[in-house]
T-cell receptor, first 117, second 113 residues
Framework: GAVVSQHPSRVICKSGTSVKIECRSLDFQATTMFWYRQFPKKSLMLMATSNEGSKATYEQGVEKDKFLINHASLTLSTLTVTSAHPEDSSFYIC?????????????FGPGTRLTVT | QQQVKQSPQSLIVQKGGIPIINCAYENTAFDYFPWYQQFPGKGPALLIAIRPDVSEKKEGRFTISFNKSAKQFSLHIMDSQPGDSATYFCAASKSTGFQKLVFGTGTRLLVSP
């Protein structure tokens, strides 16, 4: 089956620093990747849609200058949380849509737990 | 119109019971309806998905019932086991364009031994 990995799985950073989260599709190419945020006991909230080679599309209310997304290749998208603050602490999850299966299943990564102190 | 409403918020059943989780959507352009299972600290995993051309789909112990006219769909878990205790999310999307998933609010299921 298709596998999506995220790195790191957990990260603790100090307020004001930036942290990068990687999302990789391990055995397929993904023209589209999605980034979600999930607070404890809440649903997944879509932050942005990332398309390879083009700028990400952000959902309403998501600050694009704070959450920088780069989709430089068909297997890698990165989310950088810039100048992180405690309120950015959350569970960040990516998903990838295989290029070979338009209209098909999205594959989710295992998530990254970000804690900002 | 982008919302997907999910109920109940939480559910407790005994082992062997059949929990039922319901979802309702508004956007008639949605044509892909997946259900995800999520364990604490993990990403969601696809359980089963349905498209509007069928009214029911079964995979193992999991069944989706779909009512297009009512814009509702539900998940049934047959012979539930303690290992099924998790949070379940329904979702909906279009199968063209950006294919953004709209998630329900989630149902925390506890299956007691």
């Amino acid at each position: 089956g298709a596998v999506v990995s995220q790195h790191p799985s957990r990260v603790i950073c100090k307020s004001g620093t930036s942290v990068k989260i990687e999302c990789r599709s391990l055995d397929f190419q993904a023209t589209t990747m999605f980034w979600y945020r999930q607070f404890p006991k809440k649903s997944l909230m879509l932050m942005a849609t990332s398309n390879e080679g083009s700028k990400a599309t952000y959902e309403q209310g998501v600050e694009k200058d704070k959450f920088l997304i780069n989709h430089a290749s068909l297997t890698l998208s990165t989310l950088t949380v810039t100048s992180a603050h405690p309120e950015d602490s959350s569970f960040y999850i990516c998903s990838a849509l295989p290029a070979r299966e338009p209209g098909g299943e999205q594959y989710f990564g295992p998530g990254t737990r970000l804690t900002v102190t | 119109q982008q919302q997907v409403k999910q109920s109940p918020q939480s559910l407790i059943v005994q082992k062997g019971g059949i929990p039922i989780i319901n979802c309702a959507y508004e956007n008639t352009a949605f044509d892909y309806f997946p259900w995800y299972q999520q364990f604490p600290g993990k990403g969601p995993a696809l359980l089963i998905a349905i498209r509007p051309d069928v009214s029911e789909k079964k995979e193992g112990r999991f069944t989706i019932s779909f009512n297009k006219s009512a814009k509702q769909f539900s998940l049934h878990i047959m012979d539930s086991q303690p290992g099924d205790s998790a949070t379940y999310f329904c979702a909906a999307s279009k199968s063209t364009g950006f294919q953004k998933l709209v998630f329900g609010t989630g149902t925390r299921l506890l299956v007691s031994p």
